[in-house]
């Protein structure tokens, strides 16, 4: 190697690892960049809306407390309006005990104005002297139920809240009631945890929140972390700070943090950097081993023809002289070429690799949001149920006082008395029966009722109250005349004896209770739910195909098939394109009891990041292409290649020069090598070779890349990852990326199988004899057919072609092959075949039957052979059989010339032993002889002598013409002659008749022979005789 | 001329005399106890129970907060290797560090004439108000409100005595005490009742509880004890300075009165500051 070319290739490779870096640098900061932007955005968003979300949470908490302290208010008012009303109160702890049971509270108390307990259900912690209880005080004041007077010292096992109701001036009843349910409920809708459990940023993305006064994770989606020190997590305070934006570091997981700070909360929305890098390392990871490639393909292959040029010289009409510098057609034309196909390469998987990220963790993201929407849904569903229950309960238990009050004072069933007891009460409508269902009073507008007979009827259920059932709790249902939630419940009233003798209803009107449900309807959780900058969730309902919820008003109830989603998007795990209203979206699907749920997000959002990453990876891989180009055709006018003795190392025989139908000359293997397991030593290649070497090897690594990130994908890229999203194949089968990278990677990997399968068997045939070469050949092409049967049939399946039902038609299309279109299924099955065994190659010298020449094009239906007389002939690939591939080395043509008998074979031979050389002189297709063959043949009029030439398949024929003029130029000259067929002509001759003796005695010979040999010869055809 | 020289004799003299100052106090700090500072651990008493102040967190047994931070800072600053935090109760630090079990109390400890007899002292390092904290439910909302009701502060702290000054200067009590217990844990005065507990979690139960009706500390401890349910009377009892605390005349006493005076000129303090609030 020249110095010269030593410091080009140093210059190449300098290029291509700045180009390199330059490229890695590029791309990953500008996705990072990108996804920063895209997640900065997001989380400012959430950031916005979190104050608002809190504040409703805070809100629903103020008023859960109030209604909660409205019942336990009403349940101490109820007791003082027993206490004032003549319905059986006196203060003793027996009465408390009844009272307790009857309001379902932990304890019921009177409690003088001093503090000093007169009656209790059971004992208390309390000391109600202390001014801690000033609050309960306040009932003397104003006749009010006092607010709330809440304890808690876990240390003691104390938690109550205490309410209180004045009886007269000197005592009051206080309410002892453990607020474990108002917990609960503030828990489930008020808590920090209630409000960011339902936000998701990006994929992996959360909220958590950290106390601004001591630094402890107040909500993290880990519940181990909460009540973690953040800064002992790893988190600098520092950090916290209100709107600011950094990386942080928690539990030892890098995060992209957005902080803002409301009340004395950092609330921080964090995206694992995880969740940025597994994405950027694989496409950033692609698209650079592709730029990799093409760059080593490009330089690899311009050193190859430039090392072949020194060693052999090249002719000078390669070389065009552009002032101070050469360019190299040769080299030019095709680095060009590769370069051009690289590059439209590269654009190509760097778009694609942009949106197959993109939709792939769009997707992963949309999935498990829905999955989450699901069980909140569901959750929601119980919770809705609970709160019925709940509601139902606390009703009834005003029923049950107001029918404990009625029964022990029933001259309470008037008018003003029924109002006073319902403001007590804190109900809306209170009605008293008698024993036939005929309404006595009511404090509404409602006069003259009686209990409905007809048991479709609203009011039948209650005329089981008379007949002895203990209660009556109907749902709540929307009213007939408003439509507002009203709820009615009745208890039995009891005549002195203990008889029923009639009822008392209540009615309510429970806002509370429709606010709650309100905020657990699908609508409203459906809303809660955010996805990305502006993605939201939707459902349709299963029955009537109608939407359920949209962020659009206006759809809701409308058909959703009316506007724009089809059929099959109905179903539990779609995830593909949904148009609504002719937007599309990119949703992701799942299947609650009674709707399909949507999670979808424009597709602009999606895909902004891919047009600006494929351009700029575009941009360097041009610059860079270009430089390496430039670098490879061009070179300093002075220094002049040396041209070298041509053949000065002798070339393999196995590569020969073919002319292509479009001219040029180009080299290929000859026939009988390319079915030899033995490679090419890398010095016998041509340049065009050792770089096709390279693309194979490069192609083998990416294809054992792909196949080893599919086996080991759970330990590369851990669970839920987009790689097992695109392997787990939840997408929709059809003609999306998600199929074709599917495709991508299980060809990938059967291709990986059958090679190492292929390499075994190779190895097992060189220690096997002949026959387990033959086997293990037999083998390999059945794996190989096999697997690409295999291959074509998984591939449609998952671009959405059902294949069940293209095995069950193969009976019709085998009926309909056999009418008509069964040559045409042929030809295109032969010409795969001729294809994939490779049996002949285009610039190929075959034989098929008699007609002989080259290949000009192999179609998938008919195959051009050229003829001698550049005749072209289209053979039907199904009748190319037998076919004699003679693309060889050399080939020979022979001449056989017949001597006669007489002639001295040894005078002959002489002869020829002085003339061959000189046919040799005047025949220069003659690569090598004549040869002097021997006898061929001892004929029957001639003895037949070969003589064979070396020549190059494309000059047989002439040559063999050629040799035939010059041996009868010889013999003619030396006078031999050359036997041809001779006619004889005969005078016709009488022929002489037999006697009549003579006959007889023929006869007689005849039998008497017959007679003698009756044993023997008597087969037909004896070949013995 | 002569006047002039001497005067000009004198201000040089004085700078020497500065200057060795200055070269004394280095060398202090670098000889006696602190010769071996480098390996050694600086033994800091620090509170275990004051969010943003000194709060040790169960779980991972690391104490947080403003004075931790100003401890690990000063150990850095005086050369020590390590810090060892050791937790002290106000009835407890003061025999603590008089024994040596510590070196220093960076423990919300005010700085106090009383105080200031047995121990050295560093610049404030934070002010803070003692408060008084009620339950709402009392509907307490001034101290008058208060006449006849029950007090509450911890034992060991300075509160309790202050306390009683403020009410006497404000008229709210004639400052007798009418009788005490023996431990002065519980004493009645004319107008009020004091009671002293051992801890502020105490404290803090006693008046949940009703058992005291209000409890005066520290606005910084405070702030760890509030809740909704209570709120801080528009009443400051002192205002209380917090500094580093070392043994009398001991060898640390300077190298830490400059090292805190260095983090307060420096901003470092307020840093702190800013990063606990």
Redesign the interface.
Same mark, same amino acid.
């Given at each position: 190697m020249s110095r010269k070319l030593k410091v080009k290739i140093i210059c190449l490779i300098a290029v291509a690892a700045i180009s390199m870096a330059a490229m890695g640098i590029l791309l990953s900061s500008m996705q990072n960049e990108l996804s920063l932007d895209g997640y900065t955005t997001e989380m400012k968003q959430e950031a916005d809306a979190l104050e608002g979300l809190l504040s409703v949470a805070d809100e629903g908490v103020a008023q859960s407390t109030v209604t909660y302290d409205e019942i336990y208010q009403s349940k101490a008012e109820s007791v003082a309006f027993m206490a004032n009303n003549d319905a059986g109160f006196e203060p003793t702890d027996a009465k408390m005990v009844e009272y307790q049971d009857l309001l379902g509270v932990d304890n019921v108390v009177v409690v003088s104005r001093d503090g000093a307990i007169l009656a209790k259900a059971r004992d208390t912690?309390?000391?109600f002297s202390?001014?801690?209880?000033?609050?309960?005080r306040?009932v003397f004041a104003d006749g009010e139920p006092s607010e709330a #007077? +809440?304890? +808690?010292?876990p +240390?003691?096992d104390?938690l109550f809240r205490y309410y209180a109701a004045r009886i007269d001036d000197g005592s009051m009843v206080v309410i002892e009631q453990n607020p474990d349910e108002l917990r609960q409920l503030v828990a489930d809708t008020g808590s920090i945890e209630s409000v960011l459990k339902d936000i998701a940023i990006g994929q992996h993305g959360y909220l958590f929140a950290v106390s601004a006064?001591?630094? #402890?994770i107040a909500y993290h989606p880990n519940a181990d972390l909460v009540?973690?020190?953040a800064?002992?997590a790893g988190i600098d305070? #520092?950090d916290l700070e209100d709107g600011n934006l950094a990386w942080m570091k928690l539990a030892g997981e890098s995060l992209y943090c957005e902080v803002s700070k409301i009340g004395d909360m950092y609330y921080v929305a964090a995206v694992p950097e995880s969740d940025m890098a597994t994405t950027r390392n694989i496409t950033v990871g692609v698209i650079l081993f592709i730029f990799f490639a093409v760059m080593c393909v490009v330089i690899m292959y311009g050193i190859f023809v430039m090392r072949e040029d020194e060693r052999e010289g090249r002719s000078p009409e390669d070389y065009c002289t552009m002032g101070p510098l050469r360019y190299n057609k040769a080299i030019g034309r095709k680095a060009a070429v590769l370069s051009l196909v690289g590059f439209i390469g590269i654009l190509g998987v760097s778009f694609y690799m942009q949106t197959l990220f993109a939709l792939s963790s769009e997707s992963v993201a949309n999935n498990e949001r829905a999955a989450e929407a699901v069980e909140t849904i569901q959750r929601a569903d119980e919770r809705m149920t609970a709160l019925q229950d709940q509601y139902s309960e606390r009703y009834l238990s005003k029923a049950r006082v107001a029918g404990y009050i009625l029964d022990h004072n029933p001259a309470l069933a008037n008018r003003d008395d029924l109002q006073r007891l319902a403001d007590t009460l804190m109900i809306q409508y209170l009605f008293t029966f008698d024993g036939n269902g005929v309404m006595t009073a009511t404090n509404s507008s409602y006069a003259n009722f009686t209990m409905s007979e007809d048991p479709e009827s609203q009011s039948f259920e209650f005329r089981k109250l008379l007949q002895g059932a203990d209660s009556v709790v109907q749902e709540a249902q929307p009213d007939e005349i408003s439509g507002q939630l009203r709820q009615y419940i009745g208890v039995p009233l009891h005549a002195e004896s203990g008889e029923v003798d009639g009822a008392v209803q209540i009615g309510i009107r429970p806002t509370r209770l429709e606010k709650l449900l309100e905020t657990v309807t699908v609508d409203s959780v459906l809303n809660g739910v955010k996805v990305g900058a502006d993605g939201f969730a939707f459902a349709v309902n299963k029955e009537d195909d109608t939407f359920v919820s949209f962020p659009d008003q206006r759809l809701v109830g409308k058909n959703a098939l009316e506007h724009g989603m089809t059929e099959n998007q109905f179903k539990d795990g779609y995830c593909d394109y949904v148009t609504v209203e002719g937007v599309t979206y990119y949703a992701s699907s799942a299947e609650t009891d009674d709707y399909y749920l949507y999670i979808a997000g424009t597709e602009g959002e999606l895909m902004a990041e891919r047009v600006p990453l494929t351009m700029a990876t575009g941009g360097v891989a041009f610059v860079c292409l270009a430089a390496i180009f430039l670098l490879l055709a061009f070179e300093p006018r002075r220094s002049v290649t040396v041209a070298k003795g041509v053949g000065a190392e002798e070339r393999d025989a196995r590569m020969i020069d073919v002319k292509m139908p479009s001219g040029r000359t180009a080299k290929t293997e000859s026939a009988a090598s390319r079915w030899l397991d033995r490679s090419f030593k890398w010095s016998e290649k041509t340049a065009e070779q050792k770089t096709a070497t390279v693309v194979r090897w490069l192609v083998g690594v990416s294809v054992i890349a792909v196949f080893a990130a599919v086996v080991f994908q759970d330990r590369i890229f851990g669970q839920g990852s987009l790689f097992s999203y695109i392997l787990g194949g939840n997408w929709e089968r059809g003609l999306n990326i998600f199929a074709f990278t599917a495709c991508i990677m299980f060809v990938c990997v059967a291709l990986t199988v059958v090679t190492i399968v292929h390499k075994l068997l190779n190895l097992l045939s060189s220690v096997l004899g002949a026959r387990g070469e033959t086997v293990c050949r037999l083998l390999g092409s059945f794996i190989k057919y096999a697997t690409i049967i295999g291959m074509v049939y998984y591939c449609l399946m998952l671009v959405g072609v059902d294949t069940t039902t293209l095995l069950a038609s193969a009976g019709i299309l085998s009926i309909a092959i056999s009418f008509g279109a069964k040559e045409l299924v042929s030809d295109i099955l032969s010409g795969l075949f001729i294809i994939f065994e490779g049996e002949f190659r285009v610039g190929d010298i075959i034989k098929v039957g008699d007609w002989r020449g080259t290949v000009v094009e192999i179609g998938v239906r008919t195959t051009k052979v050229q003829d001698g007389s550049q005749n072209i002939k289209v053979i039907r690939n199904s009748d190319i059989s037998n076919v004699i591939n003679m693309t060889k080395e050399t080939s020979y043509a022979s001449c056989d010339v017949g001597i006669e008998y007489g002639e001295s074979l040894e005078r002959v031979e002489n002869i020829l032993s002085k003339e061959l050389p000189n046919i040799r002189k005047r025949l220069p297709a003659i690569i090598d002889g004549p040869f002097y063959k021997g006898v061929v043949e001892l004929g029957d009029n001639s003895v037949t002598i070969r003589i064979v030439v070396q020549c190059a398949e494309p000059d047989r024929l002439q040559l063999e013409r050629d040799l035939n003029r010059e041996m009868k130029l010889i013999f003619d000259k030396y006078d031999i002659s050359i036997p041809f067929p001779q006619v004889v002509v005969n005078q016709p001759v009488e022929f002489k008749k037999a006697t009549a003796r003579e006959k007889r005695s023929a006869d007689r010979f005849n039998a008497e022979q017959k007679a003698a040999a009756k044993e023997l010869g008597n087969d037909e055809d004896d070949e013995t005789r | 001329m002569a006047a002039k020289g001497g005067r000009v004799a004198l201000v040089a003299a004085l700078a020497l005399v500065c200057a060795l100052a200055g070269l004394v106090g280095c060398a202090s700090a670098s000889d006696g106890n602190l010769v071996a500072a480098g390996e050694r651990t600086l033994r800091v008493g620090v509170r275990s129970d004051v969010v943003g102040f000194g709060y040790l967190n169960e779980t991972t047994g690391k104490y947080y907060g403003l004075e931790i931070d100003i401890a690990e800072e000063m150990a850095s600053r005086l050369g020590f290797s390590d810090v060892e935090f050791a937790t002290v109760l106000p009835e407890t630090r003061k025999d603590m560090l008089m024994n040596g079990e510590i070196d220093c109390l960076v423990a919300c400890y005010s700085i106090a004439e009383s105080r200031q007899k047995n121990f050295d002292f560093s610049a404030a390092y934070y002010a803070d108000n003692s408060v008084i904290v009620v339950e709402n439910s009392s509907l307490v909302d001034d101290v008058e409100d208060l006449k006849g009701l029950t007090f509450g502060t911890m034992a060991g702290s300075n509160t309790a005595p202050q306390l009683v000054i403020k009410l006497t200067e404000s008229g709210f009590t004639s400052g007798e005490a009418l009788s005490a217990s023996e431990d002065n844990s519980d004493v009645q005065f004319d107008t009020f009742h004091l009671v002293q507990m051992a801890s502020y979690q105490e404290l803090a139960q006693a008046l949940e509880e009703g058992r005291i009706d209000a409890a005066c500390m520290d606005g910084s401890i405070a702030k760890t004890y509030m809740s909704s349910d209570r709120s801080i009377l528009d009443f400051t009892i002192d205002t209380q300075k917090y500094g580093v605390a070392t043994q009398k005349d001991s060898a640390l006493s300077q190298p830490v009165a400059e090292a805190v005076q260095g983090m307060l000129d420096d901003g470092t303090i307020a840093r702190l500051t800013d990063k606990w609030n």
């Open positions: 912690l309390a000391n202390f001014s801690r209880f000033n609050q309960l306040t #007077v +809440e304890i +808690e010292l +240390e003691q104390w006064q001591d630094y #402890v009540g973690a020190d800064l002992d305070a #520092v | -």
